[in-house]
């Protein structure tokens, strides 16, 4: 592989789309065992009441993220045709520094109609993001093979590794064109919860920053587990193994943006929901607090619960700006 420039780790930007039916949805539980449906008796009405707490949450994290000055393109979610997972658009589309957009296969017909033109349009206007290279994966739906954006694929972008766990939803054929189309190093493994069942995104049990990495090492399946590690301390980052409770709790699922401060300049927030900060022990969380320069926690639980996917599902970072 060819050496490229240093990359930026973390984005200053991200899209975000605000739900306009978000529920839960039957058809991504089949691979997602961290969604929890309402009490079927609960009836109509719980379905208007978690789509009015998932807009509060999803307006709880976009104001804290501002006031920590990290840049939102919130894009409007259309009510047709229903897209309840919508609010986690890290799955369809990527935007990288070299001006690559990346748009990609999903597993459930439901989710496909989430890729909008307009959104992308937005992205650019707002963001100034310039499309250089398209890489369309989205034909692979025709073969039955998918690759879930940075759901399936958790990025370091310094060393130009991308960490995958197969699954349903993340097919390793798929990992390896966009890593060859990129230029980075895929570093695929074997993951599962406690059932044995395959974790559906790598993003639900790791996350990489400027100085840090969490890991759900407990996981990983044996076979592969110290070959993910040994590439991640060979990084020099700081590596933090969690185990399955707290993969469960979303601890795996942060991530760290870049913003600046008037007195720190170039600054780093960690981004997590309250659950994943109540997952974690104090010694964790201590560790976490000396390796960025901001925690940011925002609770999200109706989000978590019935999508089944916390803070990081719900941000597409955006580098490559004007």
């Not at 700081?238 to 720190?264: H, K, R, S, V």
């Not at 997952?279 to 390796?291: C, I």
């Amino acid at each position: 592989m060819e050496p490229s420039a240093p990359s930026q780790q973390c984005a200053d930007a991200v899209l975000m789309i605000r739900p306009a039916c978000f529920g839960y949805n039957p058809d991504t539980a089949r691979t997602n065992t961290f969604q929890r449906p309402e009490n079927e008796a609960a009836g109509p009405a719980a379905a208007a009441r978690a789509q009015t707490q998932a807009l509060e949450e999803f307006g709880r994290l976009q104001r804290a993220l501002e006031s920590e000055g990290v840049e939102v393109c919130a894009v409007e979610d259309t009510a047709a045709p229903v897209k309840p997972d919508a609010v986690f658009p890290n799955n369809w589309i990527s935007f990288h520094e070299d001006g690559t957009l990346v748009l990609y296969p999903m597993e459930s017909t439901s989710r496909r109609p989430e890729r909008r033109p307009e959104v992308l349009e937005t992205v650019t206007r707002r963001l100034g993001f310039k499309i250089a290279h398209l890489l369309d994966l989205t034909h692979f739906e025709g073969e039955g093979m998918f690759l879930e954006g940075t759901g399936s694929l958790v990025l370091d972008h310094k060393e130009r590794v991308a960490y995958a766990c197969a699954s349903a939803r993340t097919h390793p054929a798929l990992v390896a064109e966009w890593a060859r189309e990129l230029n980075y190093e895929p570093m695929v493994f074997k993951a599962a919860d406690r059932a044995g069942v395959p974790l559906y995104h790598t993003n639900v049990l790791m996350w990489i920053g400027e100085r840090v990495a969490i890991v759900g090492s407990e996981a990983i399946a044996a076979t592969d587990r110290e070959r993910v590690l040994a590439r991640l301390r060979a990084s020099g980052r700081e590596i933090i193994e969690i185990g399955q409770e707290e993969i469960l709790g979303f601890a795996g699922n942060m991530l760290e943006l870049g913003t600046w401060d008037e007195a720190l300049g170039d600054s780093r927030v960690l981004v997590m929901s309250e659950a994943a900060r109540r997952a974690l022990s104090p010694e964790k969380y201590a560790r976490l607090s000396g390796t960025t320069d901001a925690l940011l926690v925002v609770p999200i639980p109706t989000i978590e619960r019935l999508g089944g996917g916390s803070v990081r599902c719900m941000l597409a970072e955006v580098f490559g700006r004007a």
